[in-house]
């Protein structure tokens, strides 16, 4: 069997930027922590080898372009996670082409040319309230998002998306538009009795056993690569503790981040990745020429 190979992607923002802390009472000037937060992280993925793609929040890349220059150096792929990391919902199409053109402009600033190509909204947040963002992001010469969370979850999520990575219609979240400019990589589920369970991210990934999370995660590969996502927040024990949390919340923001970098580690291990623009590479040169094939056959 040929190996799958998967993206490892990691939105880079501040503890501060999380949803349900940017909700919160903040102190005046909250302390940044994500140069040591990222470190145990970027030497893991050095010490194995492994790409990965970084979705950057425009502020955070402004306060420390050196760590940026790096991370683009090493070979990973540094893509965009907004400028300020408020989520779609609380945007209007002018602020989101604003923050998009700033973020272009730093990238070039920053990295010394080119421009970003892959985009994930904050919070996952588009949805079929807020396709407006998809010709934006077109317009914007992005080639891909990965944004769509196709399951039920208490903050987000489109229940009815295709699981694999497809051509998103701007019409309708849910459907392919087959030679749509705009490549969706859908966050993972899982399928267990017809339930859709999310778990190689956030807090997911640091509830669920390693065990099960990798069992799961061969059976993705049977036919679709899988995304993991993480935040340097959670994998890092210094982030500061808020108050004022329900135990849900809590559970979801603080819970496992002993045990986060010990199941990246078994994640590296067990799978094999690359950033996500190259995984989006092979699976479109494979979509196409099983089209070609079902064209060539008459089907
Ligand atoms: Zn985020």
Not at 77 to 98: Q, Y
Not at 196 to 224: C, E, I, K, M, Q
Not at 272 to 288: D, G, K, S, Y
């Amino acid at each position: 069997m040929v190996q799958v190979i998967n993206a490892f992607t990691v939105d880079v923002e501040e503890w501060y930027h999380a949803e349900l802390i940017r909700q919160r009472q903040l102190p005046v000037e909250p302390r940044d922590q994500v140069e040591e937060a990222l470190e145990p992280l970027l030497a893991m993925l050095e010490e194995t080898g492994v790409r990965a793609t970084f979705f950057v929040v425009g502020e955070v890349m402004r306060k420390h372009p050196a760590l940026f220059r790096r991370i683009h150096d090493l070979g990973h792929e540094v893509a965009c996670h907004g400028m300020s990391h408020r989520p779609l919902w609380t945007m209007s199409e002018a602020e989101l082409e604003r923050e998009l053109g700033e973020f272009a402009d730093l990238y070039d600033r920053v990295l010394g040319g080119g421009r970003p190509t892959g985009f994930r909204a904050p919070t996952f947040s588009l949805n079929q309230d807020t396709r407006w963002a998809i010709p934006v992001l077109r317009e914007f010469g992005y080639a891909y998002d990965s944004s769509i969370f196709p399951a039920r979850t208490p903050l987000y999520g489109v229940p009815g998306a295709p699981l694999a990575p497809y051509r998103i219609s701007a019409a309708d979240v849910r459907r392919e538009e087959p030679r749509g400019p705009l490549w969706e990589f859908p966050m993972t589920v899982c399928t267990v009795a017809g339930l859709r369970l999310p778990v190689s991210g956030g807090a997911y990934l640091r509830l669920w056993p390693y065990r099960l999370v990798r069992r799961f995660l061969r059976d993705v590969n049977r036919t679709r690569p899988f995304a993991v996502y993480v935040h340097p927040w959670e994998l890092y024990e210094g982030t500061p503790k808020i108050k004022g949390l329900t135990p849900m919340e809590r559970m979801a923001t603080y819970w496992g981040r002993r045990g986060g970098l010990g199941k990246v580690r078994a994640l590296l291990r067990d799978f094999a990745f690359a950033p996500m623009r190259e995984v989006l590479q092979t699976w479109a040169a494979r979509v196409n020429s099983n089209n070609s094939h079902k064209e060539a056959h008459g089907a």
